[in-house]
């Protein structure tokens, strides 16, 4: 058999390299672009069908630039959410806003379904979005799913209520949830907090360890092996 030319050897290997690197580039931004453009698509799709069709984007494209503009306009859905959820936002800090909030409240709490759910999701926007508490600040190390095995997870609040009364020796403990790869799902334990290591390490980063199933290391791995070892 013959040998390969050196010199279409080195060309093959150049041009791998280039597209390898071009490819990191290239895949991050495209994905990106994709799931962002996917997102307001989403969005627009459910808020454009409750504008009035003469004022669609599409309607007041043709007045403005004439019938042959006829190119997809996307984006106007989410700027109308951003600034209907604001108005609304605005009315509930006043006076009458909170009163309207509290019987529509009273009515919702009158249907044993819809109770259910409303109450449910109020409690984790609130959660998420009111920074009455602080969730999710801290990240940490934990034993899971035995003695010997390290999960990462991310510290949600201290017991409270039924689960705090109920819990053996709940000062002292915390909530701590374990995500999953592709973090679709996940475990929420509580441990006692000397049973944990703290880390450094953000929310976010954790998230991005887990989601790419341990191949994406924001901190080097011999610091959390330290950690460990230090126990």
Known sequence: MSEIDPTRRSIFG????SF???LVVV???GLTIYVVWGVIGYIDGWILPLI???YQPEALMHRVFGPQ?????RGVGVLVFLFFTAFVG???????????????EGLVDRVPLVRSVYSGVKQITETFFTKTEKSFD???L??????????MGMVATSPKGEIAAKLPKSDGMVAVFIGLTPMTSGFLVFVPEKDVIFLDMRADDVVKLIVSAGLVYPVQKDQIAAAIAAR
């Open 69 to 73: 503009s006829n190119f997809p306009v």
């Open 27 to 29: 895949l991050p931004v």
């Open 142 to 151: 934990v034993e899971f799913p035995r003695p010997g095995y390290w999960a």
């Open 90 to 104: 605005w009315l509930a800090r006043g006076l009458i806003g909170r009163t309207i909030m509290r019987r529509a």
């Open 20 to 22: 390898l690197t071009g």
């Open 52 to 54: 009035p069709t003469s």
């Open 14 to 17: 150049a041009f791998r390299s």
């Open 138 to 140: 801290r990240t940490c």
